[in-house]
């Protein structure tokens, strides 16, 4: 099972709707509109980094962005105020490749390939509060929930 990194684009991001998702919330992760306004928004401000759309075989299993984070007080860390960082989002497994290491090889590959190309900074997350499952997935990448919130959702930073 060797993930394919496709770039994710305007062209493919709707391949995301692929992606089963059903035993997660809607509220745990957003839908593929917002996919796309956070991609548009990347694209216009010329933000660095990557957003890919992963494929086992032909078939869609993931995407997960990691760009450069615009700080946002009361919500961010403040270890990030002032200093270059990244944001992680629409990180998303299909359930079938869940729980087998995918999640955890994407997301080394997609990390190292922002810091060979666009430097190491501290990555910055956000989790929904209940998602439990999820927040020990991103403890036992080096992440650590940090006291600030945003909406719903825990922020952690590696």
């Known amino acids: 099972m060797e993930p394919i990194f496709e770039p994710l684009t ?19 992760v957003d839908g593929v509109p917002a996919l796309i306004e956070t991609l548009r928004f990347g694209y216009e401000h010329k933000l660095i980094g990557y957003s890919f759309l992963v494929n086992v075989g032909e078939r869609p299993v993931g995407t997960i962005l990691l760009g450069q984070g615009l700080y946002c007080e009361g919500e961010d860390p403040p270890e990030v105020e002032g200093v270059p960082f990244y944001r992680l989002v629409f990180f998303i497994i299909d359930r079938a490749y869940r729980s087998r290491g995918l999640g955890s090889r994407i997301l080394a590959e997609t990390i190292e390939r922002v810091f060979r190309d666009f430097g190491e900074r501290p990555i910055v997350l956000g989790v929904h509060r209940d998602n439990m499952k999820a927040m020990r997935f991103y403890e036992r990448q080096g992440f650590t929930k940090t006291p600030y919130t945003e909406g719903n959702d825990c922020v952690f930073i590696r």
């Not at 305007?10 to 745990?28: H, L, V, Y």
């Open 10 to 28: 305007f062209d493919n991001c709707e391949r995301a709707r692929e992606i089963d998702r059903s035993d997660i919330p809607e509220d745990f």
